[in-house]
């Protein structure tokens, strides 16, 4: 145990450090909490050190009092690499990999439309996306109409049949077999399908997706495009 510059520095174990940090993180006043919190957890967290205590601590109030939730928003960045910081401390995989997600989709405005909604909506799974319009709201990231334009989006999206993964569509490996796609272009143009089909840019029927990748095939692509989500 040592201090400097007023602050208790006790050297623990990094699960230890972690746990203790989630459960501040899911108590409550939190938010309140954090301008008087952030330097004593700047050394085992020094990805918060840029962060804006007073601005910070509204957000963290505005959000449910998950700690994954709440670490996404501290930790959020481009790609979601400060969530590096959980592998320091020994996360279990699943808590750093929804973080991560989280760290990132928070950092990066919400879709500007319909379908960079549907590729986020594939990309990141129900609970996530439903996670991420939690931290929009807390970031204020966006107007609020808009938000509730993107929820009531995912609401209809969801109770028409999504397509999450390749398997959800109407057509199968089988299917481009027979079109003559094989191996490696195969499994590019299931993918890019998909892709079209989350954006909205094809319906998840048999004809329409025959059609498509019978086109693409012809022209010498081998795989449909489809919007991306940047």
Do not use: H
């Not at 409550?28 to 967290?45: K, N, R, S, T, Y």
């Not at 910070?56 to 449910?64: G, K, N, S, V």
């Not at 939730?69 to 790609?79: A, C, D, F, M, T």
């Amino acid at each position: 145990i040592s201090a400097r510059g007023g602050i208790l520095k006790v050297r623990l174990a990094g699960e230890r450090v972690l746990r203790e940090i989630c459960l501040y993180l899911e108590g409550p006043g939190a938010g309140a909490c954090f301008p008087w919190a952030q330097p004593i957890l700047e050394p085992v967290l020094p990805e918060l050190l840029d962060l804006e205590g007073e601005k910070e601590a509204i957000r963290l109030d505005r959000l449910p009092p998950s700690s994954a939730l709440r670490l996404g928003l501290l930790l959020r960045s481009p790609s979601g690499e400060k969530a590096d910081a959980l592998r320091r401390m020994k996360s279990a995989k699943n808590l750093e990999n929804r973080v991560r997600t989280l760290a990132a989709g928070a950092w990066n405005p919400p879709p500007g439309d319909d379908a960079a909604l549907g590729l986020a909506l594939g990309r990141t799974g129900e609970a996530a996306f439903r996670d991420l319009l939690l931290l929009w709201r807390a970031l204020q990231a966006a107007p609020e109409d808009r938000l509730a334009a993107l929820e009531r989006e995912l609401e209809f999206r969801l109770r028409t049949g999504f397509c999450f993964s390749a398997g959800d569509l109407e057509v199968t490996g089988s299917d481009l077999l027979a079109l003559g796609y094989s191996g490696v272009s195969l499994g590019n143009a299931l993918r890019s399908l998909l892709e079209e089909v989350q954006a909205g840019a094809l319906p998840n029927e048999k004809a329409a997706l025959l059609e498509a990748a019978e086109k693409k095939k012809n022209a010498g692509g081998g795989t449909p495009g489809a919007p991306r989500l940047t």
